[in-house]
């Protein structure tokens, strides 16, 4: 009596090489996916810290700008009477505009960027004009008052 008869499953034939070829398939279309998707996983997660970088530089380099303007003040009231000084801002925000405020009553500098803005003390509030975003300006103690140009 043959082994298929009696009920005995052979190992071998066409049928079982099928069956494993085909499990194989499965197996691998399942190890497929799962890459896929914590490649996927990872994607987001790094995507998410990259902009959270992006944001983070833009911050500082407006806080540089704040404090810049706030270093090249104290310069000049320490220095005294007769400074004149030429310094320069960037003309953007890591390519955004922003607008330099300068309020004497506060003895405060504002630098202003889309949602963002950083505030930097000043040691006077003898101060006129206000220095502008992109270029050269110019910084002059006269007497104790500050000219920004």
Known sequence: MSREKRGIR???GK????????????EFMAIVGLLGLLL??????TNSQRADV???STIASGWNICVKISAEAS??????????????????????????????????????WNDYSCRAPLLTSQIVGTPHAGGANKVKNDNGTLYFS
């Not at 049928?15 to 499965?26: H, L, T």
């Not at 996927?40 to 997660?45: F, S």
């Open 75 to 112: 310069t000049a009231i320490g220095v005294g009477d007769g400074y004149e000084r030429i310094f320069y801002l960037p003309y953007d925000v890591n390519g955004e505009e922003y607008s330099i405020s300068i309020i004497p009553q506060e003895q405060s500098v504002y630098v202003s």
């Open 54 to 56: 992006a944001v983070q």
């Open 10 to 12: 052979g190992t071998g």
């Open 40 to 45: 996927l996983i990872i994607y987001g997660i």
């Open 15 to 26: 049928r079982g090489a099928r069956a494993a070829r085909g499990q194989a398939s499965v």
